[in-house]
């Protein structure tokens, strides 16, 4: 397999609500037949993907299947794991694990939760599909290589999210499925034989990728109490979904980002399926039709614009969605670390001075970084966030507050 080089991957909100059609899945087990538990799949085996029928029983974070994939520094995992959406039905989905090719220490070792930047909404997006795939558009893989190759002594677990890889649409920015994604799949990592994982776990994120570490902080002590949240490093991310859109709105080379993040609303709420032609052009619902089957984010689509026909910001019902998915509402027991450069061009700098503001007026214990000149891609989860939670896990850091 080809190992890649780490590239951050820039947001620009390329979002779908179809998805592509799939092979027919491996025969299941008879409906009433004993459950198998976690089953290997061999490396080269397409029917991975396929959405086990019936779906199995169990707990969400259940792990559902693993393969083993080819690595020259690191014992990869892919992984199917149950979840649930955003209506409580139990869903499967999809992601990475990568392990310290050595002898795990006692007690096990500690787990970097890992949410990654926009890809997409085609399946090919997810990283999971592109790590071993050098057909794939793009380098997703190398986002999560450049993490896991980082965080070398971290089990780094990365979830593509609901809907990415995983049947079904995926529900960009909705803050709730993607923290759940994350949690689960910290849950399935050790589930997979011969993996030891401590309950020491750190939260992290970039970009959209940060949108969901910060829900999914949020979410961890009700959704994953059994494990130590001991810190969260975001880095640039879209916390504040509504002023992303109408910022984005508001400038034709960006307006696809508007036309991502109404999209993602429209794969979990009705409502806002229902009223999409009030927001977007029929360009724009063209251009969602194209990302939703085969297109990932940096592929070219032919279609003209314009795309976006008012400012969801301020349309109903998508001005309320999007305020109801911010992130960064609720304090959470564990200190937090915010990078974001100062002249970022997709994601402005502004979104995390509010976002800092929100967090210290709920008394949360948090820390930003701006970084000076710094672009989007600028913001990823660094060797100074790794230091940062190798300090709290070590017990040597001492969190300080930004507020």
């Known amino acids: 397999m080809k190992r890649r080089r780490l590239m951050v991957l820039a947001m620009v909100g390329a979002v779908a609500i179809p998805t592509a059609a799939r092979a027919t899945a491996p025969t299941p087990p008879e409906v009433g037949s004993a459950d198998p538990g976690p089953v290997e799949y061999a490396q080269d085996d397409p029917t991975f993907y396929e959405a086990p029928n019936p779906m199995p029983t169990g707990e969400h974070g259940d792990l559902v299947r693993w393969q083993v994939l080819e690595s020259s520094f690191d014992r990869l995992y892919r992984i199917m794991y149950l979840s649930q959406n955003v209506a409580g039905a139990p869903i499967v989905v999809t992601g990475l694990v990568s392990v310290p090719d050595d002898i795990a220490p006692f007690g096990g070792f500690p787990v970097l939760l890992y949410g990654h930047g926009t890809t997409g909404m085609a399946d090919a997006c997810a990283p999971s599909v592109a790590i071993d795939n050098d057909n794939a558009f793009g380098d997703y893989d190398g986002e999560f290589n450049g993490v896991a190759g980082t965080a070398n002594a971290w089990v780094t677990v990365a979830t593509d999210y609901e809907g990415l890889g995983g049947p079904g649409p995926h529900p960009f920015i909705v803050g709730v499925s993607e923290g759940r994604g994350m949690l689960d799949a910290g849950r399935a990592a050790g589930q997979i034989p011969g993996v030891y994982l401590s309950d020491t776990t750190a939260i992290t994120g970039f970009s959209q990728g940060g949108h969901a570490a910060l829900w999914a902080a949020q979410l961890a002590a009700e959704w994953m109490p059994e494990r130590t949240i001991i810190g969260t490093v975001v880095g640039a991310p879209a916390s504040d979904p509504a002023a992303l859109a109408s910022w984005a709105a508001s400038q ?39 990302w939703g089957t085969t297109h990932c984010f940096d592929q070219q689509v032919d279609v003209p614009g314009p795309f976006v026909a008012a400012d969801p910001g301020t349309v109903e019902p998508f001005a309320s969605l999007l305020t109801a998915n911010t992130a960064g509402t609720t304090a959470t027991s564990a200190p ?21 503001a929100r967090l210290c007026a709920a008394g949360q214990v948090v820390e930003r970084r701006v970084l000076p000149g710094g672009f989007h891609v600028s913001s990823g989860i660094n060797l100074d966030a790794i230091a940062w939670l190798d300090g709290l896990a070590a017990g040597t850091t001492t969190p300080i507050s930004s507020c």
């Open 252 to 290: 034709p080379e960006l307006s696809a980002l508007s036309v991502g993040l109404v999209a993602g609303l429209a794969t979990t709420y009705p409502e806002a399926q229902a009223a999409l032609g009030q927001v977007l052009t029929p360009s724009g619902i063209e251009l969602v039709e194209a």
């Open 336 to 356: 937090m670390l915010i990078f974001h450069g100062d002249a970022d061009e997709r994601i402005p700098v502004v979104h995390s001075d509010a976002l800092l």
